[in-house]
C-alpha cells in the first residue's frame, strides 16, 4: 500500500462533480476520486480548519470514537470495480480491529478529522496525473479551491437528489 495525502479538491470541469485528489507522500503520483457534493463540504471544511456550529456526520462518528477510546489507525482505498472505488475504515480498541467497509469519501472526511494516516493500493495511483485530469492540472490550488467554494455556495439543497454514484 501507498501513504497518500490529500492533495486537493476540484470540480470536474464536464461533470461539475468534485474530486479529492489524493498525492503519495513520498513521490509525485495521484489519485483523483469523483465524490459528492457533501463529502466535498465536509473535506473541505476540516482542511480549512471550519467547523459548523452543530457536528456534521463525519465529527459525529469521531466523537463517538473518542468516546469510545477507539482510533482510526488508516484508512485503505483497496479497489477499483465498474468505476466505483471501495475503502475501509480500520479501527481500533485495545487489542481489537475492526474493518469497515465504507466510501473513500466518508473514509478520508473521517480519517482529516482523527488524523489517521490514508493509504491506496498502488495499481490504482495514476502515473500521468495529467491525462487522467486534464482541465483541473492546468489550475493553480488558489483557483481550485476558490471554484469549488464557489460552487458549493451555490448548491440547493434539492440538487442534492440528483447526484448519481
Do not use: C, Y
Not at 485528489?21 to 503520483?29: N, Y
Not at 459525529?60 to 465498474?82: F, M, P, Q, W, Y
Not at 472505488?85 to 466518508?106: C, H, Q, Y
Amino acid at each position: 500500500m501507498v501513504e497518500v495525502k490529500v492533495w486537493g479538491l476540484a470540480l470536474d470541469d464536464k461533470s461539475k462533480v468534485p474530486v479529492v485528489i489524493l498525492q503519495e507522500v513520498q513521490g509525485k503520483r495521484r489519485l483523483p476520486i469523483w465524490i459528492g457534493p457533501s463529502e466535498a463540504n465536509a473535506i473541505a471544511m476540516e482542511m480549512e480548519g471550519k467547523k459548523f456550529q452543530r457536528p456534521l456526520t463525519h465529527d459525529l462518528l469521531a466523537a463517538i470514537l473518542h468516546g469510545l477510546k477507539a482510533i482510526v489507525s488508516r484508512v485503505e482505498i483497496t479497489d477499483l470495480r465498474d468505476n466505483t472505488f471501495f475503502a475501509r475504515i480500520l479501527i481500533e480498541r485495545g487489542p481489537e480491529v475492526l474493518a469497515v467497509d465504507a466510501r473513500p469519501s466518508d473514509s478520508v472526511a473521517l480519517a482529516l478529522r482523527m488524523h489517521a494516516p490514508i493509504f491506496v493500493e498502488p495499481r490504482l495511483m495514476a502515473e500521468d496525473f495529467e491525462a487522467a485530469l486534464p482541465e483541473q492540472a492546468a489550475k493553480s490550488e488558489e483557483e481550485k479551491a476558490e471554484e469549488l467554494r464557489r460552487w458549493i455556495e451555490e448548491l440547493n439543497p434539492k440538487d442534492f437528489g440528483k447526484f448519481q454514484m
